[in-house]
């Protein structure tokens, strides 16, 4: 029995560690892991940022690639911030929040979307519309919860 116990306690202690509280999808407080995220939309793929070329927004750091991305962001951060601050649009339709890679990416309507990883983006996509709509109604919800 207290073999069961302590399995289900590390269990627990593991889901708990992965959860995320923060608006922002930041592994180690770098935003969509120092992804650039005006790259996405001016080089339409996924380009690390540098770290000497930093923003502080909504309690991450933005990395960018280039002077000019970084001032673009600035100028304009919610143009650029992905939806629901980078987390999975499917787990966000389905009211929580996943982690995400950068390969997933989608620009729909002028937004940023990430999924969890690719089996889930080409899930996503199969009926984006209905799931935008759904995370749309999900992300105040739990935008500020783990």
Not at 24 to 39: E, H, L, Q, R, S
Not at 51 to 61: E, I, Q
Not at 112 to 133: A, D, G, P, T
Request: proline fraction near 4%.
């Amino acid at each position: 029995m207290n073999k069961v116990l302590t399995a289900a306690a590390m269990l627990l202690a593991g889901q708990v560690t992965f959860a995320q509280k923060s608006e922002i999808f930041a592994p180690k407080g770098k935003a969509i892991k120092g992804y650039d995220v005006v790259a996405f939309f001016k080089d339409a793929k996924p380009v690390e940022g540098a770290d000497s070329l930093t923003f502080h927004y909504k309690d991450a750091d933005w990395l960018f690639a280039s002077r000019a991305n970084l001032e673009a962001f600035r100028s304009a951060p919610d143009r650029y911030v992905p939806q629901y601050g980078g987390y999975c649009a499917y787990g966000t339709s389905e009211g929580h929040k996943a982690p995400t890679e950068a390969e997933t990416w989608t620009i729909v309507d002028d937004k940023l979307y990430f999924n969890y990883n690719m089996k889930v983006k080409n899930n996503w996509s199969k009926k984006r519309e209905e799931f935008i709509e759904k995370a749309d109604t999900q992300w105040p919800l739990i935008k500020d919860k783990q």
